[in-house]
T-cell receptor, first 116, second 109 residues
Framework: GAVVSQHPSWVICKSGTSVKIECRSL??????MFWYRQFPKQSLMLMAT???????TYEQGVEKDKFLINHASLTLSTLTVTSAHPEDSSFYIC????WGAGTEAFFGQGTRLTVV | GDSVTQMEGPVTLSEEAFLTINCTYT??????LFWYVQYPGEGLQLLLK?????DKGSNKGFEATYRKETTSFHLEKGSVQVSDSAVYFC????????FGTGTRLQVFP
């Protein structure tokens, strides 16, 4: 299947700093990128959906000024956690999809963010 | 809004036992339905999918049938193996990909 590369896989940052997570589709063009947050032993919570060249659509309860999403090209999307706080510590996962018949989404390996 | 409900785990089975993990959905329109699997220490992988009513998705001995009348997409396998131990996520897709809470499967020899 197609490959989505997510970087970094693990990051520790100080409270108040910003962290950028990159998600690249390596061998396909992702017209849509999804960003999820996964809490321990819980499901993936959809944070936002972004289409290439458009502003991201955020789910209810997700602060768009805190979680900045950019999807500037068909192969790259970024999530920036601004002014991170310990409660932002979580596992973040991106997914790229190309819509059409037999749509399938491919997932990155995830980024574990720890804010201290 | 759209949502997916799947049975809580963990599901604990002996090797070669029959597996069913229930999944039901609520959606406007006609979603595509998916089962994803997350093996320990790995990312999510697509296991199978069905894009319209009565379609049956199958892969690696797992099957699920898209039942529009019962809004269900239950995952089944006739004989599980230890290597099937993982977390299984049911998901639907309309304009966004929504996941269920995941069900942990533990298979013992």
């Amino acid at each position: 299947g197609a490959v989505v590369s997510q970087h970094p896989s693990w990051v520790i940052c100080k409270s108040g700093t910003s962290v950028k997570i990159e998600c690249r589709s390596l061998d396909f063009q992702a017209t849509t990128m999804f960003w999820y947050r996964q809490f321990p032993k819980q499901s993936l919570m959809l944070m936002a959906t972004s289409n290439e060249g458009s502003k991201a659509t955020y789910e209810q309860g997700v602060e768009k000024d805190k979680f900045l999403i950019n999807h500037a090209s068909l192969t790259l999307s970024t999530l920036t956690v601004t002014s991170a706080h310990p409660e932002d510590s979580s596992f973040y996962i991106c997914s790229g999809a190309t819509w059409g018949a037999g749509t399938e989404a491919f997932f990155g390996q995830g980024t574990r963010l720890t804010v201290v | 809004g759209d949502s997916v409900t799947q049975m809580e785990g963990p599901v604990t089975l002996s090797e070669e036992a029959f597996l069913t993990i229930n999944c039901t959905y609520t959606a406007t329109g006609y979603p595509s339905l998916f089962w994803y699997v997350q093996y320990p220490g790995e990312g999510l992988q697509l296991l199978l999918k069905a894009t319209k009513a009565d379609d049956k998705g199958s892969n690696k001995g797992f099957e699920a049938t898209y039942r529009k009348e019962t809004t269900s997409f239950h995952l089944e396998k006739g004989s599980v193996q230890v290597s099937d131990s993982a977390v299984y996520f049911c998901a639907l897709c309309t304009d966004k990909l929504i996941f269920g809470t995941g069900t942990r499967l533990q298979v013992f020899p």
